[in-house]
């Protein structure tokens, strides 16, 4: 239960960041998404019932900060938690593929 608080607190701290500090730094007009690396890595370690729920967690603040259609973030990013969450039992540490190709499909799934 405390490690589920303490990567909740994360995210809320990524979303701060990612929403007041990043926007405020103009490199290149590019800046990292947080909550997409952070439901990621969360995912990937935790399994797919806490990446459905820190993916619940991260659409929800996206959905209440931007606008449009409410629930679309949440549901992009619960099937980014889900489908790194099912890929965690493929993984070993010589195989570093892996974890490069999801990043690569998550970004593909979140920009599209």
């Known amino acids: 239960m405390r490690k589920i608080l303490i990567n909740i607190g994360l995210m809320v701290l990524a979303f701060t960041i990612q929403i007041c500090v990043f926007p405020q730094i103009a490199f290149l007009s590019a800046a990292p998404n947080l909550l997409l690396t952070l439901t990621f890595i969360c995912a990937f370690i935790e399994g797919k019932e806490l990446g459905m729920l820190y993916g ?33 039992k493929y993984y070993y540490e010589e195989f570093i593929t892996l974890p490069l190709l999801l990043c690569v499909v998550n970004e593909l799934m979140y920009n599209m």
């Open 56 to 88: 619940f967690i991260a659409g929800l603040l996206m959905d209440l900060f931007y606008s449009g259609p409410f629930g679309f973030y949440m549901l992009v990013f619960i099937y980014i938690g889900y489908i790194n969450g099912i890929c965690t």
